[in-house]
C-alpha cells in the first residue's frame, strides 16, 4: 500500500502539467487490485462543465502516451480515465471549502474524538486548516487536514439539485437557453413567460 502511494504520487506529478494544459484539473490517481492491476486517473474539467465520453477519451489518449514515454510503471496494467461522478472523492484542499454544505463521508488515518469514521455535513475548513462537519448527532467536529485518508460525498437529493442548479447557471453564462415545446408547437426559452 505504501508503494502504490508513492506510485500514485509520482504518477501524479508525471500526468498533472498534461491536463492542466488541456484544461483539465487533476482529481486523484488511485491504483487498484494485484496482478493485472488498475490505475485510475480521475480528472474534471477547469471550467466545472460535465465530463464527457470524449473528455475521457482524449485525457486517456494523452496519459497514456505520458506513461508510455516515461516508462515508470513495470508492471501490467489497465489506464481507467474517469470523471469525480454524483459520490466524489474529495481529494484536494479546497475542494473542503468548494462543496461545504454537502452530506460526507470522512476515515481518517488515526483514531479522533474516539473514531476514525464520520458522516456528517461538510463545513469547510477552519482558519487552522481543519475539515469542519457538522455530524448528525448533533455536534461539530474539526478533524486535521493531515489526518483525513479518505473523504467522498454522499449522494442526496440536495445534491442532486445543487448539481442542476450549477448546470443551469453554466448554460445561462454561456448563453444556452434550453428551449421547450409550448402548445401551439413553438419553441420558447425555458424562463420566459407566455404574453
Known amino acids: 500500500m505504501l508503494l502504490d502511494l508513492v506510485m500514485e504520487r509520482k504518477i501524479a506529478a508525471l500526468v498533472l502539467p498534461t491536463l492542466e494544459g488541456m484544461g483539465y484539473e487533476l482529481?486523484?490517481?488511485?491504483?487498484?487490485?494485484?496482478?493485472?492491476r488498475?490505475?485510475?486517473?480521475m480528472a474534471e474539467r477547469q471550467d466545472r462543465a460535465a465530463m464527457s465520453v470524449d473528455d475521457c477519451a482524449r485525457l486517456s489518449r494523452a496519459v497514456s502516451a505520458v506513461l508510455d514515454v516515461a516508462d515508470l510503471i513495470r508492471w501490467p496494467y489497465v489506464l481507467e480515465v474517469s470523471?469525480?461522478?454524483?459520490?466524489?472523492?474529495?481529494?484536494?484542499?479546497?475542494d473542503f471549502s468548494r462543496f461545504a454544505g454537502f452530506e460526507t463521508r470522512l476515515e481518517t488515518w488515526r483514531s479522533i474524538a474516539g473514531r476514525r469514521r464520520f458522516r456528517g455535513r461538510l463545513l469547510g475548513m477552519s482558519a487552522d486548516g481543519a475539515v469542519r462537519l457538522a455530524l448528525?448527532?448533533?455536534?461539530?467536529v474539526d478533524i486535521p487536514h493531515?489526518?483525513?485518508?479518505k473523504?467522498?460525498?454522499?449522494?442526496?437529493?440536495?445534491?442532486?439539485?445543487?448539481?442542476?442548479?450549477?448546470?443551469?447557471s453554466r448554460r445561462k453564462e454561456r448563453g444556452i437557453a434550453k428551449q421547450t415545446r409550448v402548445r401551439n408547437g413553438n419553441l420558447k426559452e425555458q424562463g420566459t413567460r407566455d404574453r
Open 27 to 36: 482529481v486523484r490517481v488511485l491504483i487498484q487490485g494485484k496482478g493485472s
Open 83 to 94: 470523471s469525480p461522478g454524483l459520490e466524489r472523492p474529495l481529494t484536494r484542499l479546497g
Open 151 to 168: 473523504a467522498k460525498l454522499v449522494f442526496t437529493e440536495e445534491q442532486a439539485a445543487a448539481q442542476r442548479k450549477e448546470r443551469h
Open 136 to 140: 448528525h448527532e448533533g455536534r461539530e
Open 38 to 41: 488498475i490505475l485510475q486517473v
Open 146 to 149: 493531515t489526518e483525513v485518508a
